[in-house]
């Protein structure tokens, strides 16, 4: 599902390259779980970035289902992405002022289906989320973990193959975080693919298959 050779992404800071990702290679089946863990700046949330289209390579190949994402021309990926990748931000990043229900519909524009089928759709991950209760609530009115299974239902609501999570526990308390996990056990168990970037040690227990994949200032330890 996502096919990752020999990547490498710098910035140039007084006319150095200051590597952030170091010759990263790895390879994740169709149905895996994977958990990338790693120090705060180790290099994360800049592979998720990367894997999702939403920040460009230095070098290197990264193919999403066969895609190289890094490639494809800015029409093509948004609705590539909005096809095939579901993401979880750390912030959540849900439109504030706007129902949950809506934040949900957000995914779908770029698909450019009708708005009678996006409620539908909308309506459908809230539900798989948990928090079809709370659809006409906006943000504001929502607790931390409400927010996220918001958050998560929009992440789902175009049935994306491929679901990255950026620290998605870490402004959860551990009865919140042990639920995302079971939507995480859920997920997996319709056979989704899962990635999920964390320092969180809860994830170190999983009680159902998944691989540890460990990064350390921008390289990837061990077999990736
Ligand atoms: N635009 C940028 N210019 C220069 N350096 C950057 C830029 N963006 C990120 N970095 C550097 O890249 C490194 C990796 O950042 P990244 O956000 O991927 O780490 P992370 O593992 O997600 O950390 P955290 O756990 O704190 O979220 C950091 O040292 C950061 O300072
Ligand atoms: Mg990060």
């Known amino acids: 599902m996502v096919k990752i050779e020999n990547l490498n992404k710098f910035y ?42 939403l920040d460009k390579p230095s070098s290197g190949k990264v193919l999403v289902d066969g895609e190289p994402i890094s490639k494809l021309p800015d029409m093509h990926l948004s609705s590539f992405r909005a ?34 089928e996006a409620k539908l759709k909308a309506q459908d991950a809230l539900k798989l989320a948990n928090i079809d209760h709370k659809a006409n609530k906006t943000p504001i009115e929502l607790s931390g973990g409400e927010k996220q299974r918001g958050a998560i239902a929009r992440a789902l609501v175009a049935n994306p193959n491929l679901i990255l999570c950026d620290e998605p526990t870490a402004n959860l308390d551990r009865a919140n975080s042990l639920s995302f996990i079971q939507t995480l056990k859920e997920l997996h168990n319709m056979g989704k693919t899962i990635i999920v970037a964390t320092h969180d040690s809860l994830f170190e227990e999983l009680d159902f298959e998944h691989r540890v994949v460990e990064i350390s200032q921008g390289s990837l330890v061990g077999r990736g």
């Not at 010759?23 to 958990?35: P, S």
Request: glycine residues 14%; hydrophobic residues 45%; aromatic residues 4%.
């Open 12 to 53: 140039e800071i007084d006319g150095q390259k200051q590597y952030v990702l170091n010759a990263i290679n790895l390879n994740i089946q169709k149905g895996e779980c994977v958990i990338l863990k790693g120090v705060s700046g180790s290099g994360k949330t800049t592979l998720l970035s990367i894997i999702a289209g």
């Open 83 to 116: 096809q095939k990748i579901g993401i979880v931000f750390q912030n959540f990043n849900l439109l504030d002022g706007v129902s949950l229900a809506d934040n949900a519909m957000v995914p779908l524009i770029a698909s450019g289906i009708g708005l009678k």
